[in-house]
């Protein structure tokens, strides 16, 4: 089983950028696929980016597809989510989550995740 703590979340304006961290303890960090969801007000939660095991895959939500960067750092045991040209649409509390297994590929459907961080805000104004 692994543990997920995010951090890095905060209030900023349009146009700054931010960098999400999840620092994952409690099992080889680098046997989980990683994936990034976010959950604004009054919405369900929605995919955002997502990682391989080693990071040579990647997959994005169109919303987000060439501001947003998926990283991680297997000696650090932690997933990275660097965000840029934020927009006040980008405001949501942004989870990360891990996939058991070496896997090679990515996943959209939080259904695929089995541990979740506890999430981390963002705010976006205008």
């Known amino acids: 089983q692994v543990q997920l703590v995010e951090s890095g979340g905060g209030l900023v304006q349009a146009g700054d950028s931010l960098r999400l961290s999840c620092v994952a303890s409690?099992?080889?960090?680098?046997?989980?696929?990683m994936g990034w969801f976010r959950q604004a007000p009054g919405k369900e939660r929605e995919f955002v980016a997502a990682s391989n095991w080693i990071g040579a895959n990647t997959d994005y939500a169109n919303s987000v597809k060439g501001r947003f960067t998926i990283s991680r750092d297997n000696v650090k045991n932690t997933l990275y989510l660097q965000m840029n040209s934020l927009k006040p649409e980008d405001t949501a509390v942004y989870y990360c989550?891990?996939?058991?297994?070496?896997?090679?590929?990515?996943?959209?459907?939080?259904?695929?995740?089995?541990?979740w961080g506890q999430g981390t805000q963002v705010t976006v104004s205008s």
């Open positions: 409690g099992r080889t960090f680098n046997a989980y696929a």
């Open positions: 989550a891990a996939r058991s297994g070496y896997i090679s590929g990515t996943s959209k459907s939080e259904r695929d995740y089995a541990y």
